[in-house]
Every structure is written in structure tokens, then in C-alpha cells.
């Protein structure tokens, strides 16, 4: 990560699978999430469940810096105890990114209800992608329960990408998603990656 990229935001995704029972799992998680909320510097969190992934969860926290992020280190590693204590049923990883674009339409992220994942790995030209990600948004704003989006991109990979669509309803998301436009405009980011739309069910947003 260079110099100029250190003060701006940054985002952390966790992506955890696990063995076991699903509603204490859940439980464990969203006190994970809880206690994250008081970290100084943290300006945003989703705890999500994979919709078509049983057991298959993602963490994301958006922190204001990576200074910020390093000087909550300590804090964060404490709250990353309850993880470790899961045992070999449950695995981690993790990956730091940054923020190259974003747009708030009718709600913030933390008012998310349901959020659609565009995972990138880019074998084109990074523009393109930015641009035909940008289309795709551009289908999902008219809708009214349309909240936003963000595009991430990895702080080590400059390839990989991730980008966030969020709604304010389950509803409007299908009704999106359901539509003409969208799966044209979702069918373009090809062009320039090997895409794949994953759905995610909130279970804590802040």
C-alpha cells in the first residue's frame, strides 16, 4: 500500500465457514460484531450470512485509515479470541482493502437490509471494470429501495476486487435484480474479470 493510499479508508473483509450450529454461531458472531462497534476510527460494519452458502459468513469493517486500523489492533485482537476459541470447525481468512469508489443514494451502508457481493478478479484493463461497475449501479439507482454502493479493491492484489450493492429491502433487491438491465449490465463486468454475485443476509450492520 503506498504512502498517499495509508490515509484513506480502508476496508477489512473476514470470511468465515463453519461446522457448527448456525443460530449459536450467529449469536457468537453478532456480539463479535457488537464489540467492534466501539473501536475508534470505525465508521462502518456488516456481519452477514452467505444466502446460498449455508454455514458461510463475511465481516466487513470500514475503518476512517490504516493508521487507524493499526492503532485499534490490540483492541480488535481481543475481540478475534472468540474465533480462535471456535476450533478447527471454523475457518478464517481475511484480506484488506481500499476504497476507489462509492455512492450513497437513499440510505447508508449501516442501514443495509439485504447486500449483493460482486467478487472481481481482473484479466482486463482496471478503467473498464471501474466504469461498466459504474453502469451496473447506475440500473440498481432508480429502484427506491436502492441504499448505495462501494467498490473495493485489494490493498495487496490490485486485481481482485470487491463490490458492495446494498438495499434497503429484500424486496427491492429481487425486484432489481429480477429486472431486464441488471443482468445485462452484470454480464459486461466479464469483459474485463471473472465475476461472480454472491447474496448476503445482514445480521448486524452498524
Not at 470505525?42 to 450470512?49: M, N, P, S, Y
Not at 486500523?69 to 481481543?78: F, M, Y
Not at 459504474?134 to 440500473?139: D, K
Request: charged content about 25%.
Amino acid at each position: 500500500m503506498s504512502e498517499r493510499e495509508r490515509g484513506r479508508e480502508v476496508t477489512v473483509v473476514e470470511r468465515l465457514t463453519t461446522n457448527l450450529d448456525p443460530a449459536s454461531f450467529e449469536r457468537e458472531l453478532v456480539a463479535y460484531a457488537r464489540h467492534r462497534e466501539s473501536a475508534k476510527g470505525l465508521e462502518a460494519l456488516v456481519t452477514a450470512a452467505c444466502a446460498d452458502r449455508p454455514g458461510s459468513y463475511v465481516h466487513l469493517d470500514r475503518w476512517s485509515s490504516l493508521d487507524r486500523l493499526v492503532q485499534a489492533g490490540h483492541e480488535a485482537g481481543e475481540s478475534m479470541a472468540f474465533l480462535r476459541g471456535l476450533g478447527p470447525e471454523t475457518a478464517t481468512s481475511s484480506e484488506l482493502m481500499v476504497t476507489v469508489g462509492r455512492m450513497t443514494v437513499r440510505g447508508k451502508f449501516a442501514d443495509a437490509a439485504h447486500v449483493v457481493l460482486i467478487h472481481a478478479v481482473l484479466d482486463g484493463e482496471p478503467e473498464r471494470f471501474e466504469l461498466d461497475f459504474g453502469s451496473l449501479v447506475g440500473q440498481c439507482v432508480p429502484d427506491p429501495g436502492f441504499g448505495g454502493s462501494d467498490l473495493l479493491r485489494s490493498a495487496v492484489d490490485p486485481r481482485l476486487y470487491t463490490g458492495l450493492l446494498w438495499w434497503l429491502d429484500a424486496d427491492a433487491c429481487a425486484r432489481v435484480r429480477g429486472g431486464v438491465g441488471y443482468p445485462d449490465r452484470l454480464a459486461k463486468l466479464s469483459a474485463s474479470a471473472q465475476v461472480r454475485e454472491e447474496a448476503v443476509r445482514p445480521l448486524r450492520a452498524a
